[in-house]
């Protein structure tokens, strides 16, 4: 209930004012309730710090202090650095070392650098991660944020900085003669930053801000903590919407009865299942039409999970909201309960899907929601001709994207009764379309609003809280606002799907020339994205060494956990995983170099990629082949850095405690979805000479913004402030399928590249027409200018004005679509090395170094974020992320105290090296390089564990309970 307000004398940011609070209030909710938005909710605990503020000049997290407790005292936020002279230098140097990627933890972690700099000028790496380390990021791997406090320390205490840069060199022709870099060998063992390397073949040819680190467009916003979230945003008469979720894993609702939450004064709707028509829908953001089963529906009579849904209610207060909540009576006739996947597939296992208006379920009696079964050549005969056989069967866990904005959504109804939904989502057209039916309005009634997001990482890409939103705004007439707590992001929202992998290869002459990999997906209680993924990891599980004689069968099972959806590396990781170890096992058994073993048989330049058409993502795919790939150099390079064979050759002599290893990997993703991902862009010109950019394209913190006006810029000759970029708002950016599947670069980017080179046309036809008729081609674009070959110029601003008010007047603009018939593999190396503690069974993660082909960087920073950022979240996924269930289906970890992500004095030295190529379907040579990130670690821990050990472990997460259980098997 609500309780009596206090005023609180308080100096925020060095002013003094009176602080309006409730008395069991968090100083958190009382600061964003007076607009300081800069200070962010990520957790329900003070895990994740994202709620930083400095106290009297030390940092606190708001969340866990009452407001009434600082009456007096002095609070600094981030709105309260810098000054009308400029940015603050932790400021400065957040933005220009590609330390932000979404920015959500941005404020807590300069907060935290800040006292620690006020305190020590001159601190020790060892040091900055000690202060850091109570600010978690799900983004960027800690790596540029060490960096750029490193730097703001310098420069506070006058010491010449050079600005941060990417180092590039010339691939040589003969990987003999390459040399890399003395810190990139890491011999003084430390883990201070380095800036990525990046080796560009002598034939690439030159471009002019495409390649360049270019700051990000919105880095700035980011850093002063501007609102520019979706919860930074407050509607007049805005209600607290919230969301009762079942307590039971699998049971049905025999009685509910909510009339005594719809009296309580303050609470404006209350819905059940019974109030709300019942629409079958698919909840993962794919393209029209969505793969079935259609076997959700937004509330329901079954529950079939902890944490499904049950009931909602729209208050003038969140915590009335809640109260509501708790009035429902609901009554369950409790069901048996599954939750191995195994099991769920033997006769007279409960059935999750009894309903009868499922369709699309291939055999809802054993819960297998898709059985898949494809082949090319023939397998069993190429079995019985090969020399050996190996078969391995390996464990993947179920992983939470814990991205640090959790899922929210505010709904409204505009001036013209359009209904608005302001969403932190990756796929706000996908919205659009899919939440139609089930509000009952029509698309062009309803509008899609995406702010800045906090991370997604494929868990926004899912239908989440936007139809509740909808339902309660339109029950209620009032605008609403839902959040998942971080509880719900545990149980109530998506997460890898937990996958058995089991390979069998057989190999003659060293080749591979058969492989048959069975696989079981968990996809929880529901099916988003059930049936893409497995056949992803199918694809790419199968692809990487590509045997022409390839059999895939996938059984994709429903269980009463949590149902998963996407995640960045979206199956392709897990299964790679199962493929290159047992590559790794093959090669050991028979006595082979395992780099050239596996050299000898991956996917060849040229190569036709044999799944690619029966293996499509949702429908059959196309005929492809490889048309780029650097993965010999980037393996050769990875080498020479780690000096991979000399340590290997070392470890074997060692004894004792502690244990070395070192491991390598070598994985493939793709560019977006061939054949079927679409996406527009929109450029018009402006009166000064500059435009604006529409994308349909969701920037989720990865920097695609800023890659795809660097692609305009370099196009159009001008430098990348005289873009403005605004997406995305499904009224006025065109369509653009949103952000997953790797496609941004190289879908995104191939429309806007397309559109430049359409509004470049009109800007020399323009220019022609001004200069007295000169034609196009005999006119050049670049510096802000359009040259004329006998010396006139016309700048830009001249065109823009001219076309606006004075010759053949019309609004220079353009628009174009684009969609591949390819989707190019980028490949890498991934290297791993550790220490092993044989008495714990902890693994020291000492170095992480990915070299990686690409295509072209369009901008080194932001590529090596991701990078940085992708081998992160894979260590986690490697050494302790795994949600975990007892046998009725409750979770026994859904917070962030008892599910550990990586914080920063647990990381390793990281480092990134791109080799570039020039990939001939992609805009100016780029493919893709979000998703490939995450798909290298895992194996190559594996690979490294067995380098320490001599153990193969073929259960993720290597956790030290799992390691000295594997230890003690083995007698160790
Ligand atoms: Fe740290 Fe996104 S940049 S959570």
Not at 266 to 279: C, K, N, P, Q, S
Not at 307 to 314: K, Q, Y
Not at 451 to 464: S, W, Y
Request: glycine share 8%; aromatic share 6%.
């Amino acid at each position: 209930m609500k309780t009596q307000g206090v005023d609180v004398a308080v100096t925020i940011n060095n002013v003094p004012r009176m602080l309006a609070v409730e008395q069991d209030e968090s100083l958190l909710l009382a600061l964003r309730r007076a607009s300081y938005f800069s200070v962010k909710s990520g957790c329900d605990d003070g895990t994740c710090g994202v709620c930083t503020v400095l106290i009297n000049g030390k940092p606190e997290r708001s969340c866990k202090i009452k407001a009434l407790e600082v009456d007096g005292a002095e609070i600094t936020t981030l709105e309260g650095l810098g000054d009308a002279e400029g940015l603050h230098p932790l400021q400065e140097a957040f933005m220009g070392t590609g330390a932000i990627q979404c920015g959500f933890c941005t404020p807590a972690q300069i907060l935290r650098a800040k006292a620690l700099l006020d305190e020590n000028p001159n601190p020790t790496e060892e040091e900055i991660r000690q202060a850091l380390n109570g600010v978690l990021c799900r983004c960027t791997g800690y790596v540029r944020g060490v960096d750029a406090v490193q730097r703001a320390a310098a420069k506070m205490r006058d010491e010449s900085v050079e600005p941060f840069s990417h180092i590039e060199q010339t691939l040589p022709q003969e990987m003999a003669k390459i040399e890399l870099p003395e810190v990139f060998y890491r011999r003084d063992g430390s883990r201070n930053p380095l800036p990525p390397l990046v080796f560009t073949p002598r034939e690439m040819t030159a471009t002019r801000i495409v390649g360049k680190p270019e700051v990000k467009v919105d880095a700035k916003k980011l850093v002063q903590g501007r609102p520019v979230f979706t919860d930074d945003f407050r509607r007049e008469g805005m209600l607290y919407g919230a969301l009762l979720t079942s307590p039971h894993a699998h049971a049905r609702i025999r009685r509910i009865d909510a009339s005594r939450a719809r009296t309580l004064p303050g609470v404006h709707a209350v819905l059940t299942y019974e109030d709300i028509t019942r629409i079958k829908y698919a909840s993962g953001g794919q393209s029209y039409p969505q793969p079935l089963p259609y076997d959700q529906v937004s509330l329901d009579n079954k529950v079939r999970h902890v944490g499904d849904r049950v009931a909602i209610a729209a208050a003038e207060t969140l915590d009335l909201a809640q109260e509501a909540l708790r009035l429902i009576d609901v009554e369950y006739d409790l069901l048996p309960v599954v939750v191995d996947p195994e099991a769920a597939m033997q006769d007279g296992a409960p059935i999750i899907h009894d309903e009868a208006d499922t369709e699309g379920i291939y055999d809802p009696e054993h819960n297998i929601v898709h059985h898949i079964d494809v082949h090319v050549g023939d397998v069993d005969a190429a079995f019985a001709e090969a020399d050996r056989l190996f078969e391995g069967t390996y464990r993947t866990p179920k992983q939470q994207q814990v991205h640090l904005e959790p899922h929210i959504c505010i709904t409204y109804f505009d001036e013209d009764e359009r209904l608005v939904i302001r969403t932190s989502t990756q796929v706000p057209f996908h919205i659009r379309r899919m939440v139609a039916p089930l509000i009952g309005l029509p698309v062009k009634k309803i509008r899609v609003v995406k702010p800045r997001i906090g991370g997604g990482f494929g868990n926004k890409q899912e239908l989440i809280l936007e139809d509740l939103c909808a339902h309660l705004t339109l029950a209620a007439n009032r605008p609403v606002r839902m959040e998942y707590t971080r509880t719900q992001e545990f149980t109530s929202s998506r997460s890898r799907h937990a996958n058995i992998i089991h390979y069998k290869i057989g190999v003659k002459d060293e080749k591979v020339i058969a492989a048959r990999l069975y696989l079981i997906g968990d996809t929880g209680a529901y099916g988003a994205h059930a049936l893409t993924v497995n056949m992803v990891g199918g694809f790419k599980g199968l692809t990487l060494y590509n045997p022409p004689n390839a059999h895939f069968i996938s059984d994709v099972v429903y269980t009463n956990t949590p149902p998963a959806g996407a995640f960045r590396g979206y199956g392709a990781m897990q299964c790679q995983y199962g493929m290159e170890v047992l590559m790794e096992e093959i090669a050991a058994n028979l006595g082979l170099d395992v780099v050239e073993f596996k050299r000898r048989n991956w996917l060849r330049v040229g190569e036709p990629m044999y799944l690619s058409k029966a293996l499509g993502e949702g429908r059959e795919g196309v005929e492809q082949s490889l048309q780029t790939s650097a993965l010999d150099q980037c393996l050769d390079i990875g080498r020479l850095a780690t000096d991979f064979e000399t340590k290997r050759e070392k470890y074997r002599q060692q004894d004792g405690r502690y244990r070395h290893g070192i491991g390598m990997a070598v994985v493939m993703h793709g560019s977006g979805i061939a054949d079927l991902d679409m996406a527009s862009a929109t450029l018009k010109m402006n009166d000064d000479g500059s435009f604006n950019l529409l994308m349909g394209a969701t920037d989720l913190g990865t920097g695609s913004d800023t890659i795809l006006a660097q692609m305009a810029a370099e196009v159009l000759g001008i430098s990348l402030d005289d873009i403005i970029v605004y997406s995305s708002d499904t009224d006025f950016t065109p369509f653009d399928k949103g952000a997953y599947a790797s496609s941004t670069t190289y879908i995104s980017g191939g429309a806007v590249r397309k559109a430049a080179l359409k509004i470049k046309v009109q800007i020399l036809e323009h220019a022609g027409l001004m200069l007295g008729g000169i034609g196009a081609a005999d006119l050049e674009l670049q510096d802000r200018q359009v040259n004329a070959a006998d010396g006139r110029s016309i700048s830009l601003a001249e065109i823009g004005l001219s076309s606006l008010h004075q010759q053949n007047q019309h609004q220079i603009i353009a628009s174009a679509s684009h969609k591949s018939p390819f989707s190019p593999p980028p490949t890498a190396a991934q290297f791993v090395e550790i220490v092993v503690d044989m008495e714990t069974g902890r693994i020291k993660t000492e170095r992480l170094l990915m070299v990686v082909d690409c295509g072209r960087v369009i901008n080194p920073v932001t590529a090596s974020g991701q990078v940085e950022g992708g081998m992160a979240q894979a260590l986690g996924f490697a050494l302790e992320e795994e949600m975990l269930f007892d046998d009725n289906g409750q979770p026994l970890n859904p917070n962030l105290s008892s599910y550990h992500i990586p914080r920063v004095t647990g990381m390793p030295a990281m480092d990134v090296i791109f080799v570039q190529t020039d990939e001939p379907s992609g805009p100016f040579g780029a493919k893709s390089v979000s998703e490939i990130a995450i798909d290298g670690v895992a194996p190559a821990m594996a690979s490294a564990f067995h380098d320490a050990t001599g153990i193969w472990m073929r259960e993720l997460p290597y956790t030290p309970e799992r390691v000295k259980a594997a230890l003690k098997q083995a007698g160790q």
